[in-house]
């Protein structure tokens, strides 16, 4: 997941110097905030999670590492963002949304508690890869950490959605800018930057430029 995780970050202009409120919808044991707080003195990270083992182990993982003051995780027990609207400047989902409940709903939910001057970004799996590879792709991972996440990396894959499946729930949701890419096994979709922002701007990520 370290490689997948600097990819991310690659992927996110400005995120090297962010300093506000991130969201991370499906953020499992928060691996991926206890990384970023490591590199990112003054952003505050929230994160929400279908599974309280997974909140639990992610808060016992950032308090050994001293960021319990820093990440908040809640178990997530439905589709709705228990945020008030304009909250965070950053909302971010990373393999999750396959496992999304509502998936229209929560995009919704994510346009309302994100700063209108903010980002989104949401990655995943998509399922129009070929699924060969992805299945040795995913005996690998199994040899290395275990069959059953070799197993869960499967299960994923069979629940992801499609490229273009993530247009029309962008479009049916009348989220207008939001782009999609796609790129080897997975999918990319970013919002809009209103003009006039920029990745220098404390709290404010670039959105990368998308398409396919």
């Not at 995780?73 to 589709?79: A, C, N, S, T, Y």
Request: include cysteine.
């Amino acid at each position: 997941m370290r490689e997948y995780y600097d990819e991310v970050i690659k992927r996110i202009p400005g995120l090297r110097s962010f300093e506000g409120k991130a969201l991370h919808v499906g953020c499992g044991t928060a691996a991926f905030e206890n990384l970023l707080c490591d590199r990112l003195e003054f952003a505050r990270f929230y994160g929400l999670e279908l599974s309280p083992t997974l909140v639990r182990i992610g808060e016992a993982i950032s308090s050994r590492f001293k960021y319990a003051d820093r990440i908040s995780l809640k178990v997530w027990e439905d589709e709705l963002l228990p945020f008030p609207d304009n909250e965070f400047d950053l909302v971010i989902s990373l393999s999750s949304m396959h496992q999304w409940k509502n998936p229209e709903k929560t995009l919704k939910e994510i346009d309302r508690v994100v700063k209108k001057e903010g980002a989104v970004f949401i990655s995943d799996f998509r399922r129009e890869q070929f699924y060969l590879p992805f299945y040795f792709f995913a005996r690998k991972i199994g040899s290395l950490y275990g069959d059953e996440i070799g197993q869960n990396l499967l299960a994923a894959y069979k629940a992801s959605f499609t490229t273009s499946q993530i247009r029309e729930l962008l479009e049916a949701q009348h989220l207008d800018g939001w782009e999609t890419k796609k790129e080897g096994k997975w999918f990319y979709v970013t919002s809009p930057i209103p003009q006039g922002n920029n990745s220098e701007s404390a709290g404010v990520v670039e959105k990368e430029k998308g398409g396919g």
